[in-house]
């Protein structure tokens, strides 16, 4: 396991959050990055990402590798608007492929009466147009979103037997939403491709190391089912003004955890 920064770390600030990532995740240790942002969770504005100027700030400020995408997420008000929806998530996965990252970020669209099946097709009509790129669709919990609950993965996986489809851990979302994200781990761990790092009191983030996740107890478990990939630290903070000086004793202490298992 390693540590990434998402632009959702440092969303806030009054600065451009990609700008704040190149500048200050690599100066406190970070080598990798997560992408997010307006240019991702709105439809149609992917379009306009510069990846040529976004791959080489990456090399001029030594981040080594991206290791997430963000993207809109698929409506569920209808099958057809789902559809639409995957047409968007497909560019943004062809904007990944470009940028060299493997992973996706879902997030699902708005909870609703037969939600799961607006989800489940457009998650189908998704693969269809992303045939031939490799990319990993990783599913991410967020409150009130279609994708939450341990049976919300339970029934799109029984719907969609895809490689490619997993699950973002959202250490956040889920203590919001009093899901236990240690037995989710352990009921789908060959299904996470990606893991979310926040801490939280109650459904507020916080900084992390400051809140009452059990951050330390939930790596181990990571470790248990064989997870290597990042761990990709986000702080959605009420004084997000303080943020720049929050990246760094976030770093510290999961940087901390890791070395003590």
Same mark, same amino acid.
């Given at each position: 396991?390693?540590?990434?920064?998402?632009?959702?770390?440092?969303?806030?600030?009054? *600065?451009?959050?990609?700008?704040?990532?190149? $500048?200050?995740?690599?100066?406190?240790?970070?080598?990798?990055?997560?992408?997010?942002?307006?240019?991702?969770?709105?439809?149609?504005?992917?379009?306009?990402?510069?990846?040529?100027?976004?791959?080489?700030?990456?090399?001029?400020?030594?981040?080594?590798?991206?290791?997430?995408?963000?993207?809109?997420?698929?409506?569920?008000? +209808? +099958?057809?608007?789902?559809?639409?929806?995957?047409?968007?998530?497909?560019?943004?996965?062809?904007?990944?492929?470009?940028?060299?990252? *493997?992973?996706?970020?879902?997030?699902?669209?708005?909870?609703?009466?037969?939600?799961?099946?607006?989800?489940?097709?457009?998650? $189908?009509?998704?693969?269809?147009?992303?045939?031939?790129?490799?990319?990993?669709?990783?599913?991410?919990?967020?409150?009130? +979103?279609?994708?939450?609950?341990?049976?919300?993965?339970?029934?799109?996986?029984?719907?969609?037997?895809?490689?490619?489809?997993?699950?973002?851990?959202?250490?956040?979302?889920?203590?919001?939403?009093?899901?236990?994200?240690?037995?989710?781990?352990? *009921?789908?761990?060959? *299904?996470?491709?990606?893991?979310?790092?926040?801490?939280?009191?109650?459904?507020?983030?916080?900084?992390?190391?400051?809140?009452?996740?059990?951050?330390? +107890?939930?790596?181990?478990?990571? $470790?248990?089912?064989?997870?290597?990939?990042?761990?990709?630290?986000?702080?959605?903070?009420?004084?997000?003004?303080?943020?720049?000086?929050?990246?760094?004793?976030?770093?510290?202490?999961?940087?901390?955890?890791?070395?003590?298992?």
């Amino acid at each position: 396991m390693y540590l990434s920064c998402t632009t959702c770390a440092l969303r806030g600030t009054g *600065r451009d959050e990609i700008e704040e990532t190149f $500048r200050l995740a690599p100066a406190v240790g970070f080598r990798h990055w997560g992408l997010g942002g307006p240019f991702t969770m709105f439809p149609g504005l992917m379009q306009w990402l510069d990846v040529a100027k976004v791959k080489r700030r990456m090399a001029e400020v030594g981040l080594e590798t991206l290791t997430e995408v963000w993207s809109p997420p698929i409506p569920t008000d +209808s +099958s057809e608007k789902a559809a639409l929806g995957a047409e968007q998530v497909a560019m943004a996965c062809t904007i990944a492929a470009q940028l060299g990252c *493997r992973r996706l970020v879902q997030t699902g669209g708005l909870r609703q009466d037969g939600g799961i099946r607006q989800t489940v097709d457009g998650l $189908r009509r998704l693969f269809e147009l992303i045939d031939d790129l490799n990319v990993q669709i990783c599913l991410e919990p967020h409150m009130e +979103s279609q994708i939450l609950y341990i049976e919300d993965y339970e029934a799109i996986f029984a719907e969609l037997d895809v490689p490619q489809l997993g699950i973002t851990v959202d250490t956040g979302h889920f203590h919001a939403a009093n899901v236990d994200t240690e037995a989710l781990i352990r *009921r789908f761990q060959g *299904r996470i491709y990606n893991v979310h790092i926040k801490d939280h009191i109650g459904t507020q983030s916080v900084v992390i190391g400051r809140g009452e996740i059990n951050l330390a +107890s939930i790596l181990g478990v990571l $470790r248990d089912v064989g997870y290597d990939g990042p761990l990709a630290v986000e702080m959605e903070v009420e004084d997000t003004e303080n943020l720049p000086q929050y990246i760094g004793p976030a770093y510290d202490h999961m940087a901390g955890l890791l070395e003590n298992l």
